[in-house]
């Protein structure tokens, strides 16, 4: 059976002064977060010594402002941590793979690889060499290159040493024209693979930033270039994009 509790204003009162923190606003006087929150200003020195008690808020003896506590930064850590980057990220692969129809992807970073862990196949798909577990390439894949745009430089300079082996007619072989076409990348906020991996097969590609800012996966989708047109790769990138950058936010990333 279920079992009815009455709502605790002081718990809700409490949350609604450390949600009144962000990014932008970092520290606040105790008068506007009195009446952000609609409390008399005694009622919020009440509740903001109890939270800096608790560790939840602290306050700059010499401005007398308050900010967010080591505890409510332990906290926001403690969620991140618990997430599943996979259980995260797949109901955004789902919605994608219904909206277009194509094949998803999901890639994570580990130093200078990236491996596909997770891929979503939509029913009439054309076949991918692509598999979970499986390296993606670096150089010519929009996955890849998504991944290889956000690393280090001392890293993108050692995975172009090594060699850009070419697969199509398109696949760039050049260590300055994929400088400049990773600067574009980085610039958009996205990557697209135009039948350099194989031809016939292009797909749009957006990073996936942590809290730290650092880029940890991609997501793709990708297709039959007679179904995923140079037309439709702005629709595309748009729709990526904001599946990635909802996902970021969950993982706590703020611009």
């Given at each position: 059976?279920e079992t009815k509790y009455n709502f605790i204003q002081s718990v809700g009162r409490?949350?609604?002064?450390?949600?009144?923190?962000?990014?932008?606003?970092?520290?606040?006087?105790?008068?506007?977060?009195?009446?952000?929150?609609?409390?008399?200003?005694?009622?919020?020195?009440?509740?903001?010594?109890?939270?800096?008690?608790?560790?939840?808020?602290?306050?700059?003896?010499?401005?007398?402002?308050?900010?967010?506590?080591?505890?409510?930064?332990?906290?926001?850590?403690?969620?991140?941590?618990?997430?599943?980057?996979?259980?995260?990220?797949?109901?955004?692969l789902l919605q994608i793979v219904e909206k277009t129809m194509e094949t998803?992807?999901?890639?994570?970073?580990?130093?200078?690889?990236?491996?596909?862990?997770?891929?979503?196949?939509?029913?009439?798909?054309?076949?991918?060499?692509?598999?979970?577990?499986?390296?993606?390439?670096?150089?010519?894949?929009?996955?890849?290159?998504?991944?290889?745009?956000?690393?280090?430089?001392?890293?993108?300079?050692?995975?172009?040493?090594?060699?850009?082996?070419?697969?199509?007619?398109?696949?760039?072989?050049?260590?300055?024209?994929?400088?400049?076409?990773?600067?574009?990348?980085?610039?958009?906020?996205?990557?697209?693979?135009?039948?350099?991996?194989?031809?016939?097969?292009?797909?749009?590609?957006?990073?996936?930033?942590?809290?730290?800012?650092?880029?940890?996966?991609?997501?793709?989708?990708?297709?039959?270039?007679?179904?995923?047109?140079?037309?439709?790769?702005?629709?595309?990138?748009?729709?990526?994009?904001?599946?990635?950058?909802?996902?970021?936010?969950?993982?706590?990333?703020?611009?």
């Amino acid at each position: 059976m279920e079992t009815k509790y009455n709502f605790i204003q002081s718990v809700g009162r409490a949350f609604s002064i450390l949600e009144q923190f962000s990014g932008d606003e970092r520290a606040l006087g105790v008068t506007t977060i009195a009446n952000r929150v609609g409390l008399h200003k005694s009622t919020c020195f009440g509740l903001l010594h109890t939270l800096q008690r608790l560790g939840y808020i602290q306050q700059d003896p010499e401005t007398g402002h308050y900010s967010l506590g080591l505890k409510a930064f332990e906290l926001g850590q403690a969620y991140i941590s618990g997430q599943d980057l996979r259980d995260l990220t797949r109901p955004f692969l789902l919605q994608i793979v219904e909206k277009t129809m194509e094949t998803v992807h999901l890639v994570v970073v580990e130093g200078r690889r990236a491996i596909y862990i997770d891929k979503v196949e939509a029913p009439h798909a054309m076949i991918i060499s692509s598999r979970i577990g499986q390296e993606a390439l670096l150089h010519c894949t929009g996955v890849g290159k998504v991944l290889l745009a956000f690393m280090s430089e001392e890293d993108r300079k050692a995975v172009a040493s090594e060699g850009l082996k070419r697969y199509t007619e398109n696949t760039i072989t050049e260590e300055g024209e994929l400088a400049d076409h990773l600067r574009r990348i980085r610039q958009n906020g996205y990557g697209i693979d135009d039948q350099e991996r194989e031809l016939g097969l292009r797909c749009v590609a957006a990073p996936i930033f942590n809290a730290r800012k650092q880029v940890i996966a991609a997501i793709s989708v990708s297709g039959p270039s007679s179904r995923i047109t140079r037309e439709k790769l702005g629709e595309l990138s748009k729709m990526i994009k904001q599946a990635t950058d909802e996902i970021s936010r969950k993982l706590g990333y703020r611009l």
